[in-house]
């Protein structure tokens, strides 16, 4: 009996994952506003948790309309803040927390010089970006990724669930481990586009509740829609119903 050890393990559900890339010929159009400045990034991210992308959007450029520079919304009174983002919801919580954050990058970069965090090395970048006030792991990797283009893959909710049911992320290791050992495989320039490809179709076609199997172009890979063909009876190529 061969017993692997838990890096192989790790290691052929990374290279599973980096497989996928194949089955994405074309990189998806993302559809976000997509920020070419680090804080602008980080100031969009607090907008956009825990709200719709439509409502962080109208937050964003209406906060931006109002404070075109971002010294000028550290000096303003908080409710002009709440004012500008109440499309985006969590008024107070936000309006602090941007407030904050914006305060401590002016504080860290006084020259306006935090440009200068495109050199630093992932880990320096991962540990000062996640050092700053609401912003965790997965928007700093969204940082790292959209604006740094960096090589590192965050573990969004929808890849997750993805990942879960094509049988790539178990029990056995968590999705960070796995992204974590799938974007040290990709080449660079690689993450953004299988990222963008996973998640897209994630949101589309392998949607929380009902997943179009018929349509998913993963589905021979997939150890969830095995398990509903045997539980249903179903021969391997036999259609399943729609969902
Ligand atoms: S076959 Fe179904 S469950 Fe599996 S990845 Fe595709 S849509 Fe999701």
Redesign the pocket.
Known sequence: MVIESREDALGQCARRLVALNERFPLPVVRTSTDAEDLLDELVYFTLRNRSARLNADAAFRELRRRFPTWHQLTLAPRCEIEEAIRPAGLVHQRAELIQKLVARIENDFPDGSYGAIRTWDDLAILRYLTSLPGIGQFAAYQAMLYVLGRSVLPVAWPLT??LT??GIVDQSFGPEAVLDAAASLLATGEHRVLYDNLLE??RA???PRT???????????????KR?RLRRGLAALEPMSE?
């Open positions: 669930r993805l049911r094509l179709h994630a076609i392998c949607t997943p179009r199997c018929r349509r998913c172009q993963l589905s021979d890979l997939c150890a969830y829609n509903v969902d």
